[in-house]
């Protein structure tokens, strides 16, 4: 398969190198002169699965106030007049409770844990070099209730099968040595022994020169200026240099990504929270730290990088702006001058910043993106990894005159045998058949579209490329547009989401994760791109869980 990468940062060098592998034709295009020269370049450098953590946790909000007034806080935030901005706050401070912590928690420690297992086999496998470390991460806490508040984190970490110890100050020195010339600083530590640390860049740049080695094509100096779409597909993107085309892209611009996707109609709750970083090379080996050190009250990362400390922190978020503010250095030199004041000049720091893209909950979004629209109903199923949508549409309406603008509004579906199922729905415009629209069909475009009002969907004017069939058996028919002969969906409710496999005239039963809800489909035939489900009915009347 032919495949462009859109970013030649540390996640889209390694994509390009794992798809080389598995035999793909690869190009990464990147606005850079070179690869990993924005958010990788001068990141922390920390390699720590134990202490993935989400930024939204109980109590965050009140520490939030509390850090806005600090002299070296954490987090700045900058308002703008930007709707994307303030959703993303707002659903950050909607996950800042103890359950969805937990939860948000366990997935990132379990992909971290994942991410890390295959950095180290590609280590055994390749030699590459990228001043590695593998002696951990140490979480200091200044505080007896930073301490407390620890056990938390070693539940989740407990049932995540993490290794971790938490130490006493002797034991915070015999990890870190350097840590015995500022004693009375801390109370103590959280240990986690698999983590490490290395050089984000020298890795990318590192893993791009085998990629290269693999036959990938690194396009260097390509600003990219917007994607083409035809139907529900993505076929290219547009270029200074031209139009490129392929048979896949993957989205690899990071805090960018956004900009790009909302074009055609993506939207993605990723925003920008730039970080500082501070260079400091080493003038006393012993008085630096020997992997990485989190200084739990600044937020702040200090890690050994061969001949060098990377200390990086701060959370502001302030949109695009890539400014450097002389009090967040301040803030960076003060944590590692507090802690290791003998181990570098800070005088002769370099200082950077950078974009982290970010989501509300702290979890990435994965996995292949599908837009489809409906023939007889105006409907949108969308699937990117954890972040759904969904829009559909309950009673059957003209395919043009569903107005995309309409009102939402919730309708019932009274499943056959089962309970009620209510689904979020949109209204057709006026012009539509309506509701009670009788035994009226589509007559506008020849979709099949209106339908009767039991639900029978209409046996003529079916749209080229559809089929439809009888539905006595159902109260409504819905059909989903595919992009492909055997696709995947995402189909949800309010009450749940559950991924519907649609193969070749199949009939197919489909479960929740909870196995608490149960969709049957009778019947089900697809032809070209569309996909009638002519029957559902609820397995069980209690409310199923994601």
Not at 63 to 75: D, E, G, N, V
Not at 230 to 240: A, H, I, L, N
Not at 252 to 268: C, E, F, K
Not at 367 to 384: E, L, M, N, Y
Request: net charge positive; glycine share 12%.
């Amino acid at each position: 398969m032919k495949i462009i990468i859109l970013g030649s940062g540390v996640i889209g060098t390694a994509s390009a190198y794992f798809l080389a592998q598995a035999g793909h034709d690869v190009t990464v295009i990147d606005r850079q002169p070179d690869s990993g020269l924005e958010t990788s370049f001068g990141n922390a450098g920390e390699i720590s699965p134990g202490y993935a953590t989400p930024w939204a946790g109980p109590g965050v909000p009140a520490k939030a106030l509390k850090w806005l007034t600090m002299q070296h806080s954490p987090l700045v935030i900058r308002p703008k007049l930007d709707v994307h901005q303030w959703r993303w706050i707002l659903q950050m401070l909607a996950n800042c409770n103890t359950h969805s912590y937990q939860v948000n928690k366990t997935r990132m420690v379990r992909l971290a844990e994942y991410s890390r297992d295959v950095l180290v086999q590609l280590r055994r496998d390749t030699g590459i070099a990228y001043d590695e470390r593998s002696q951990g991460t140490l979480q200091l806490f200044r505080t007896q209730k930073q301490l407390d508040g620890a056990h938390t984190d070693t539940e989740v970490l407990r049932q995540s099968g993490v290794a971790y110890e938490l130490l006493d100050p002797a034991g915070c020195t015999r990890y870190e040595p350097a840590l015995a010339r500022v004693p009375g600083k801390y109370v103590g530590g959280l240990l986690l022994p698999n983590d490490e640390t290395g050089d984000c860049f020298k890795f990318t740049q590192g893993l791009a020169r085998l990629a290269e080695g693999l036959g990938v094509r690194f396009r260097y100096g390509v600003r990219i200026e917007r994607l083409t779409i035809e139907g529900d597909r993505v076929t290219g993107v547009v270029t200074d240099q031209g139009t490129l085309t392929s048979d896949a892209f993957v989205m690899a611009l990071g805090s960018y990504s956004p900009q790009l996707l909302r074009q055609i109609g993506i939207h993605v709750p990723v925003y920008p929270v730039k970080g500082y970083s501070i260079t400091v090379p080493i003038t006393d080996a012993s008085g630096a730290p020997e992997s990485t050190v989190m200084d739990e009250t600044y937020k702040v990362a200090i890690t050994r990088l061969g001949d060098r400390i990377r200390v990086g922190g701060t959370a502001e978020i302030a949109g695009y702006d890539l400014r450097l503010h002389q009090a967040r250095r301040d803030t960076l030199e003060h944590s590692v001058t507090d802690l290791f004041p003998d181990g570098g000049d800070v005088a002769k720091a370099s200082f950077w910043c950078g974009l982290r893209p970010m989501t509300p909950d702290g979890t990435p979004v994965i996995g292949p993106h599908r837009t489809a629209t409906c023939s007889s109903i105006p409907a949108t199923v969308r699937w990117a990894g954890r972040w759904r949508a969904v829009r559909a549409a309950c009673w059957p309406t003209c395919c043009r005159e569903g107005s995309r603008r309409s009102a939402w509004k919730a309708c019932s579906w009274t499943a056959t045998g089962g309970a009620t199922s209510r689904w979020w729905s949109r209204r057709g415009s006026a012009a539509g058949p309506s509701r009670a629209s009788g035994g009226q069909r589509c007559g506008g475009c020849g979709c099949g579209g209106g339908g009767s009002s039991n639900g029978s969907s209409g046996s003529a004017g079916t749209a080229p490329g559809m089929t439809n069939f009888s539905s006595a058996q159902a109260p409504r028919s819905i059909c989903l547009q595919r992009s492909e002969q055997n696709g995947r969906y995402l189909f949800a409710s309010v009450h749940s989401t559950f991924l519907l496999q649609v193969g070749q005239e199949t009939t197919v039963i489909v479960r929740s994760i909870t196995n608490q809800l149960e969709i049957a489909v009778r019947n089900c035939k697809a032809s070209g791109r569309t996909v009638h489900l002519l029957r559902a009915a609820w397995a069980c009347s209690r409310r199923p869980g994601w």
